[in-house]
């Protein structure tokens, strides 16, 4: 069986394609925050949990289908339970009190931020550019960091602190697709 899509030339394998999937799921997830403006975002937390459980499952299952073949394959696993924790916890708690939606978001934006630098180690140990996976995970460490804090997302608005936070989850899955070809042994 083929695991190849045919792009021109170029060969986009079902995985890169499912990475793409990813990022246009979180554009999404953007632009529902976005045209929550000048509203608590807690009108559609559980408008962007259902997309983010999709991400979350996606994520889970190209690491289950590719776990003798993907480099940094656990990391990427552990990405997308956390992802998946997080859009359960959006979808059930209908968050009445918009306040704690920074507080989620961040522990959730530190905790993949960790799995990001661990990932950027194993990579390298593979012998594979995996230095993105490095700046990407300080970014949401520091993001989630600041989501912590309370003036910060008091300051830019809740809105605008979950966009960044998934803008910032959008480019690990572009730098995914962009490595993928290096990160598997197909």
């Known amino acids: 069986m083929d695991n190849h899509f045919s792009n021109g ?15 246009i799921v979180l554009t999404v997830c953007i632009l529902i925050t976005l045209s929550d403006a000048g509203t608590l975002l807690s009108t559609s ?16 299952i190209i690491a ?14 552990a990405d997308g339970a956390a992802t998946a924790v997080l859009s359960v916890v959006l979808i059930l708690s209908g968050f009445k009190q918009a306040g704690a939606l920074p507080f989620y978001f961040g522990v959730w934006e530190i905790a993949i931020g960790i799995f990001k630098l661990a990932e950027s180690r194993r990579l390298k140990r593979e012998k594979v550019s995996g230095e993105g996976f490095l ?14 804090l309370r003036p910060v997302d008091r300051l830019i608005g809740y809105n605008i602190a979950v966009v960044i936070t998934l803008a910032i989850q959008m480019s690990a899955y572009a730098l995914r697709y962009y490595l993928y070809p290096a990160m598997t042994e197909e």
């Open 135 to 148: 700046y990407i995970g300080i970014a949401e460490i520091i993001s989630g960091t600041a989501l912590l």
């Open 64 to 77: 289950a289908v590719k776990k003798s073949t993907l480099k940094g394959r656990m990391w990427l696993s």
């Open 45 to 60: 937390a559980h408008t962007i949990g259902i997309p983010l459980l999709a991400v979350g499952a996606v994520t889970m």
């Open 9 to 23: 030339g170029k060969k986009i394998s079902w995985v890169q394609l499912s990475f793409l999937l990813c990022i």
